[in-house]
């Protein structure tokens, strides 16, 4: 490689989002650099292979590098690439099964390069940053929410393709099973976990059971993931998990976490379930039930690999409200 090559790579990645690039050296390691090095070339070999023009990329990058693009007749389309693994694989395969439903319209994919493009959703303002911004009720954004979810929801129940890469939620609940022998439990507030595992065999007989709630989930549905789109509002980044429609809202419940840090925060929490469980008619009861065992669940992933985090104390902010907001459901259940 030449000096000028050597120098045009260096000064690309220095114009990254130094978040970005520590969450890719966190996930990947070696592997992200081989990536990062490679990724202006890799950029232009699908700009002439999809005809399109791919621009600066967003400002927020989190594990994946994305960028606005235009095809060759003005068409606006979101650039995604990032280092291959089975996340970006249950994303094209999710945004293939709900085809344009409730999320972006898949246009090109591969799993096997880990990129794809797929509509440019605008103006594209997230949930989160008009509630910041007080254009929105609390109210009236969870109604957003939920009418979001119910929209693309009439898509999840159709046929999985054949050998789609889709996790099941019980796959993700097997790490109670390394919580319960791990000295790390001990972060979590001892009635959050005895929730927890009190309430584990009954959710798990409700993801068991040929119920019509088995459906394909987002996975991560959260403010930041809810967007609008012209008058209405469409789901961006799925995660793509099979399970009960029930656990889909735990996330939407918890977030923003600097917006629902308040003397109000159980009754604001209240207040959601009763508008998911009113628009897409499910039970409160089960959609809390999953709230907190999601929490647990969230705080844990954040944690795992950090043996740093050996007592409540030494948990972050985000993580004590996440945890606050479940203990203040756990009598509601």
Same mark, same amino acid.
């Given at each position: 490689m030449s000096q000028s090559s050597q120098?045009?790579?260096?000064?690309?990645?220095?114009?990254?989002?130094?978040?970005?690039?520590k969450n890719l050296d966190?996930?990947?390691?070696?592997?992200?650099?081989?990536?990062?090095?490679?990724?202006?070339?890799?950029?232009?070999?699908?700009?002439?292979?999809?005809?399109?023009?791919? !621009? #600066?990329?967003? =400002?927020? *990058?989190?594990?994946?590098?994305?960028? %606005?693009?235009?095809?060759?007749n003005g068409e606006r389309y979101i650039f995604k690439c990032g280092v291959p693994n089975r996340e970006f694989d249950t994303e094209i395969d999710t945004l293939r099964h709900f085809a344009g439903i409730g999320l972006p319209k898949l246009i090109h994919a591969s799993k096997e390069d880990a990129v794809l493009?797929?509509?440019?959703?605008?103006?594209?303002?997230?949930?989160?940053?008009?509630?910041?911004?007080?254009?929105?009720?609390?109210?009236?954004?969870?109604?957003?929410?939920?009418?979001?979810?119910?929209?693309?929801?009439?898509?999840?129940?159709k046929p999985l393709a054949k050998g789609h890469?889709?996790?099941?939620?019980?796959?993700?609940l097997k790490a109670f099973e390394v919580i319960e022998k791990s000295e790390q439990s001990k972060v979590f507030p001892y009635e959050l976990l005895e929730?927890? !595992? #009190?309430?584990? =065999?009954? *959710?798990?007989?409700?993801?068991?059971? %040929?119920?019509?709630?088995q459906v394909l989930l987002h996975g991560d549905l959260h403010h930041d993931?809810?967007?609008?789109?012209?008058?209405?509002?469409?789901?961006?980044?799925?995660?793509?998990?099979?399970?009960?429609?029930?656990y889909e809202i735990g996330a939407f419940l918890r977030n923003p976490h600097e917006l629902v840090q308040d003397s109000n925060l159980k009754n604001t929490i209240q207040k959601r379930i009763e508008i998911f469980s009113d628009v897409l008619e499910l039970d409160a009861k089960q959609i809390t039930a999953?709230?907190?065992v999601q929490s647990v669940l969230s705080v844990w992933w954040s944690i795992e690999e950090d043996d740093k985090v050996k007592a409540y104390s030494d948990l972050d902010k985000g993580s004590h409200t996440v945890l606050q907001a479940a203990l203040f459901m756990c009598d509601a259940v």
């Open positions: 120098s045009s790579q260096s000064k690309f990645i220095s114009s990254l989002n130094p978040k970005f690039l966190t996930y990947f390691g070696e592997r992200a650099l081989v990536f990062l090095t490679g990724l202006p070339d890799f950029i232009k070999r699908y700009e002439a292979l999809w005809d399109i023009e791919v !621009f #600066a990329p967003v =400002p927020n *990058l989190s594990i994946n590098f994305v960028a %606005p693009a235009l095809g060759k493009l797929q509509e440019r959703i605008e103006p594209g303002v997230s949930l989160r940053e008009v509630l910041r911004q007080g254009e929105l009720s609390d109210v009236e954004a969870t109604e957003v929410g939920a009418r979001a979810v119910k929209d693309y929801l009439k898509q999840a129940s890469s889709f996790p099941h939620i019980r796959d993700w929730f927890s !595992f #009190a309430k584990l =065999p009954d *959710l798990l007989g409700s993801i068991d059971s %040929p119920m019509d709630s993931n809810i967007i609008s789109k012209g008058d209405s509002w469409m789901v961006i980044d799925p995660k793509g998990i099979i399970g009960d429609k029930s999953w709230m907190i």
